[in-house]
């Protein structure tokens, strides 16, 4: 065996494969300032924050576009050209260090111990600790998990903006017919044979709030359609780069099954080199389902983040609402209280041209949070179409790894029949 083989074939000592370890994770924890735009200069850590948060957020920053601060974020173009293919070899120099990242990391069991209860800021969930231990385990494919994050980033822009949108919507339509409404009289009055009656009054009413309400609704619907389209199109971006790359590493898996089974016709069958190549196609093939794994458990704690923030920035939708509602209908209140108190010929026309407001105000106000004109959790996983993935049990690992045994088990039994000696 020449001294070259004989140097592909060695194992690597502890200190070599901590060296290796540390190195895979500096690419994962370290962002160059130099490539960092301006405007996320702010969320470069000085040092490495907890689990990694920050940095991962100014990598996912970098993936992003935005035209104006009134629009969504969206992947740039050529987002997805970030995320590294896979090499194409897969020797020890192209992997032996990311597996050792696998293989060797050692993390606390027990978190809590860090803990003060008045500091809120030093508490650990679940979620973090799990992030935590995929980030350190497979740096490898930290910018997978960027895209991920990124799509989190561009669904929080789309969330606050449409509740932005919405608001501002409801406060428009609701200040559009108060004025007119409770100023038909004086507008009324410029025209010589208008009759001045309440039914009339009314009448006109009941038409503003039509026009308007279509106006504000259609309006709204339309923004929202908007919203969805440019969401689902973030939606299925992300979709097809995860399946791009979880099924590229399935082909790999089936590549390096096949390759392990077939190791010991690729060398001279009085050498050992074969063994020792079987052993690292073996250890390869168990650790790339498990990258597959990892990015499913990813991508679920990132979804389960968004499911959350969906939830509460709904609630601060609805209540911002409800809070535009009750001003209106506070302010009107009062308007009909000056009304009942100054009294007059035009005391009734008054009254219920107010009171048309504030059922005005109480009908858009919830038209504006009904499910027509949100964004859904529903239709954000619809989009993605992450039935069709190829995910973690798509590998049928234990059943090829089994298969490459049994080939081994067969070679060594068929050696020991033909009396074949081996060292």
Same mark, same amino acid.
């Given at each position: 065996?020449?001294?070259?083989?004989?140097?592909?074939?060695? *194992?690597? *000592?502890?200190?070599?494969?901590?060296?290796?370890?540390?190195?895979?994770?500096?690419?994962?924890?370290?962002?160059?300032?130099?490539?960092?735009?301006? $405007?996320?200069?702010?969320?470069?850590?000085?040092?490495?924050?907890?689990?990694?948060?920050?940095?991962?957020?100014?990598?996912? =920053? !970098?993936?992003?576009?935005?035209?104006?601060?009134?629009?969504?974020?969206? /992947?740039?173009?050529?987002?997805?050209?970030?995320?590294?293919?896979?090499?194409?070899?897969?020797?020890?120099?192209?992997?032996?260090?990311?597996?050792?990242? /696998?293989?060797?990391?050692?993390?606390?069991?027990?978190?809590?111990?860090?803990?003060?209860? =008045?500091?809120?800021?030093?508490?650990?969930?679940?979620? $973090?600790?799990?992030?935590?231990?995929?980030?350190?385990?497979?740096?490898?494919?930290?910018?997978?998990? $960027?895209?991920?994050?990124?799509?989190?980033?561009?669904?929080? &822009?789309?969330?606050?903006?449409?509740? =932005?949108?919405?608001?501002?919507?409801?406060?428009?339509?609701?200040?559009?017919?108060?004025?007119?409404?409770?100023?038909?009289?004086?507008?009324?009055?410029?025209?010589?044979?208008?009759?001045?009656?309440?039914?009339?009054?009314?009448?006109?009413?009941?038409?503003?709030?039509?026009?308007?309400?279509?106006?504000?609704?259609?309006?709204?619907?339309? !923004?929202?359609?908007?919203?969805?389209?440019?969401?689902?199109?973030?939606?299925?971006? =992300?979709?097809?780069?995860?399946?791009?790359?979880?099924?590229?590493?399935?082909?790999?898996?089936?590549?390096?099954?096949?390759?392990?089974?077939?190791?010991?016709?690729?060398? $001279?069958?009085?050498?050992?080199?074969?063994?020792?190549?079987?052993?690292?196609?073996?250890?390869?093939?168990?650790? !790339?389902?498990?990258?597959?794994?990892?990015?499913?458990?990813?991508?679920?704690?990132?979804?389960?983040?968004?499911?959350?923030?969906?939830?509460?920035?709904?609630?601060?939708?609805?209540?911002?609402?409800?809070?535009?509602?009750?001003?209106?209908?506070?302010?009107?209140?009062?308007?009909?209280? *000056?009304?009942?108190?100054?009294?007059?010929?035009?005391?009734? &026309?008054?009254?219920?041209?107010?009171?048309?407001?504030?059922?005005?105000?109480?009908?858009?106000?919830?038209?504006?949070?009904?499910?027509?004109?949100?964004?859904?959790?529903?239709?954000?996983?619809?989009?993605?179409?992450?039935?069709?993935?190829?995910?973690?049990?798509?590998?049928?690992?234990?059943?090829?790894?089994?298969?490459?045994?049994?080939?081994?088990?067969?070679?060594? /039994?068929?050696?020991?029949?033909?009396?074949?000696?081996?060292?």
């Amino acid at each position: 065996m020449s001294e070259s083989e004989a140097e592909t074939t060695e *194992t690597t *000592t502890p200190s070599d494969r901590e060296d290796a370890v540390e190195e895979a994770r500096a690419e994962l924890e370290q962002a160059p300032a130099s490539e960092l735009p301006p $405007d996320v200069e702010e969320f470069r850590p000085k040092e490495i924050k907890k689990f990694q948060h920050s940095a991962r957020r100014a990598r996912a =920053l !970098l993936l992003l576009e935005r035209r104006s601060m009134f629009e969504p974020a969206a /992947y740039k173009e050529n987002a997805s050209h970030l995320i590294k293919p896979e090499p194409d070899s897969y020797e020890k120099s192209e992997y032996a260090g990311q597996i050792d990242c /696998y293989t060797g990391f050692k993390h606390e069991l027990i978190h809590f111990h860090k803990e003060t209860v =008045l500091n809120f800021r030093s508490w650990v969930n679940h979620s $973090d600790i799990n992030i935590y231990v995929i980030e350190n385990k497979f740096p490898i494919d930290a910018a997978v998990r $960027d895209y991920i994050t990124a799509f989190k980033l561009i669904l929080k &822009s789309y969330q606050w903006l449409h509740i =932005l949108w919405k608001r501002m919507v409801q406060v428009a339509a609701i200040l559009v017919f108060c004025l007119l409404a409770l100023n038909l009289p004086a507008i009324t009055s410029l025209f010589a044979a208008f009759p001045a009656s309440t039914g009339a009054y009314l009448g006109i009413a009941s038409a503003l709030a039509l026009v308007i309400g279509l106006i504000t609704y259609g309006g709204t619907k339309s !923004l929202t359609d908007n919203f969805q389209a440019r969401l689902q199109s973030a939606s299925t971006t =992300l979709g097809a780069t995860l399946n791009s790359k979880t099924a590229k590493l399935n082909t790999r898996f089936a590549q390096v099954c096949n390759d392990a089974g077939n190791a010991r016709s690729t060398y $001279d069958s009085n050498q050992r080199d074969w063994i020792e190549h079987a052993k690292w196609l073996t250890r390869v093939a168990m650790w !790339l389902p498990k990258r597959v794994d990892y990015m499913d458990r990813f991508f679920q704690l990132e979804m389960q983040n968004i499911r959350a923030f969906r939830n509460g920035s709904s609630i601060i939708g609805n209540l911002s609402a409800l809070t535009i509602l009750l001003v209106a209908e506070t302010v009107l209140g009062w308007r009909l209280h *000056t009304v009942l108190q100054a009294g007059g010929p035009e005391l009734e &026309s008054q009254a219920l041209l107010v009171v048309a407001g504030m059922l005005f105000a109480a009908v858009i106000s919830w038209l504006s949070t009904t499910g027509d004109v949100s964004l859904r959790n529903k239709d954000i996983m619809r989009w993605m179409n992450e039935q069709s993935w190829t995910k973690f049990g798509d590998f049928d690992m234990f059943r090829n790894i089994e298969g490459i045994v049994d080939t081994y088990a067969y070679q060594v /039994y068929a050696d020991q029949n033909r009396g074949s000696s081996r060292s």
